[in-house]
């Protein structure tokens, strides 16, 4: 079977991520499309919000649920009580959702540091979102397995 | 109608620009606004007499104190033993070797569990603590408890009405009738609702029932003149942060008769008075609690804290913090779906609101959504259960993030409520 090479989906996403912050004129405007954003997120499956999907290290309450595709692909659907947060977990899932596991297994996700969020959130939500890229990765990681 | 700002400076009261003048960290900005620091209830800022007087202190006249004949140690001595002075007049304690210095109120309470509370606590006794207690003046009993099998109970709260965040009284008294605690630890002031508890009548009754007492003053320091005697308590625990002086020191007061009968706890140098290996002897009152080296410049820090304050001048320092609770009360309820926790309005509180946003027809506002909008906006509050779960459980808080907390200190302005409010507006606006 000659499988085609996985493509390569998350450089063109964070490019597109830094683009898009850099338009913004301050931090109140970020946080106006953060919360767009998790206005915006599909709502979860009701069976989802479980303990297992629940991160921990964060302020709030925040689930994330992922979905193993025959292609090797993964798509997740995500939740939180706090409206910021599930922002910050939809961004999160724009870069990831429908990419190669392995791919997401070995991201190196830049665009973070970039777009100045882990310098800007307070420590819980800092933590919060690193908590949030280390779960997807480890699941990544699990489905290769 | 709300007057402006201006005009509720009146002469009679205290010059607030004059007073943030000698906080530097006021003049500051966070994130590119002026800092509205509304967290004094975690810790208030320094003025410069403390900052300055410790500094001073390092610089110019440090020695370890009690032990040599050197002129610094006994300059060094002098002013930490005076600071030990200013603290018991402060109290109210009837003598200075009442006071025990300590890390804070956290270390001052489990000095008590860790000596009184061996000793004197056995199976099946029971310790009351309540049900708005800091997790410092519960843990360490819960611990002691695991150790001798004593039993930690709640005093319950009362959760709505007239009386909401005020010790339910009736229970109380059935509680000491048949329960006999051997303790009954209390909060003067409750950090995360502001209630203030008559803990005289309170350790008067408990007293009565043939219990210990012990009171959380940390919240009460900065704003409440406190007289130990006149309260009744065998035990008050202090911290200095709280009330305008540095981190890391702190003040156990002890009824002299109580702390005489407790054994000692941390052993080392300071706390004895002969040392052989074949039996050691330890040291009077104070001393025989304050194993090793102190925090000397905190310890004199925390003094030159209470002498600014006492300038400055506690009932000037209440009205003052007073006018801007209620200032802030009325503007925040304005906004729609804005429920303060505890005391109600017009009831006599510490400076500190709790509150939660839940509109109707909308979901709840998430705290820790509103303190990342508020913090970008220059406006430092605090979010989150304010290390009292238990009590956040019995609101219905616990799962949904708490509540957000401002707090006031005497060098808060009227400018900086109006900005706070405005900040929140803004913030609610985006979030709906």
Known sequence: MTDAQPTMNLEPRQQELIETFEMFGDWMEKYEHLIELGKELKPMAEADRVDENLIQGCQSRVWIACKTHDNGHLTFTADSDAIITKGLVALVLELFSNAPAAEIATANLHCLQKIGLHDHLSPNRSNGLSSMVQKIKLTALKSLA | ?432
């Open chain 2, 1 to 432: 109608m709300l007057e402006a700002a201006a005009t509720l400076y009146t002469p009679a009261m205290l010059d607030i620009r004059a007073i943030r003048q000698q906080f530097p960290i006021l003049s500051r900005e966070v994130n590119g606004q002026p800092l509205v620091y509304l967290d004094s209830a975690a810790s208030s800022q320094k003025p410069l007499a403390v900052i300055e007087g410790q500094r001073e202190y390092l610089a110019h006249h440090h020695a370890n104190i009690h032990r040599s004949a050197h002129h610094l140690a006994a300059r060094a001595t002098r002013d930490f033993e005076g600071a030990r002075e200013k603290i018991g007049l402060h109290l109210g304690a009837a003598h200075s070797k009442e006071i025990i210095f300590t890390s804070g109120t956290t270390d001052a309470i489990n000095l008590v569990a860790q000596t009184w509370g061996r000793v004197n606590l056995d199976a099946g006794d029971v310790v009351l603590v309540p049900r708005d207690a800091h997790h410092a003046a519960l843990v360490p009993w819960q611990m002691i408890a695991e150790n001798c099998d004593a039993i930690v109970e709640p005093i319950e709260i009362e959760l709505q009405g007239e009386r909401a965040g005020q010790i339910d009284r009736a229970a109380f008294t059935r509680q000491l009738q048949d329960l006999k605690p051997k303790l009954v630890v209390l909060g003067h002031v409750s950090n995360a609702l502001g209630t203030i508890h008559p803990v005289e009548e309170l350790c008067l009754e408990a007293r009565n029932a043939g219990a210990t007492t012990l009171v959380d003053g940390a919240q009460a320091l900065p704003h409440l003149p406190i007289d130990v005697q006149k309260i009744g308590c065998d035990f008050y625990a202090v911290s200095a942060h709280k009330a305008y002086g540095p981190t890391g020191i702190g003040a156990l007061y002890g009824r002299a008769d109580v702390l005489d009968a407790m054994p000692p706890w941390r052993g080392g140098g300071e706390m004895i008075k002969s040392v052989s290996f074949e039996g050691t002897t330890f040291g009077e009152l104070p001393f025989k609690f304050e194993a090793g080296t102190p925090h000397i410049s905190g310890a004199i820090g925390f003094g030159l804290a209470l002498d600014w304050l006492n300038k400055i001048g506690l009932q000037n320092a209440q009205t003052h913090e007073e006018a801007l609770t209620s200032r802030a009360t009325k503007q925040l309820l304005q906004i729609d779906g804005l429920r303060i926790l505890g005391p109600a309005t017009g009831t006599q509180k510490a400076s500190v609101i709790s509150f939660v946003i839940q509109p109707e027809n909308a979901p709840a506002i998430h705290p820790a959504d509103l303190a990342t909008l508020l913090d970008n906006q220059g406006i430092a509050a605090r979010t989150g259960h304010h290390c009292t779960e238990p009590l956040m459980a019995a609101l219905g808080l616990a799962e949904t993030g708490g509540t957000i907390r401002i707090s006031f200190a005497v060098y808060n302005s009227f400018e900086e409520v109006d900005r706070a409010i405005e900040a929140l507006k803004r913030a609610v606006n985006m979030l709906l």
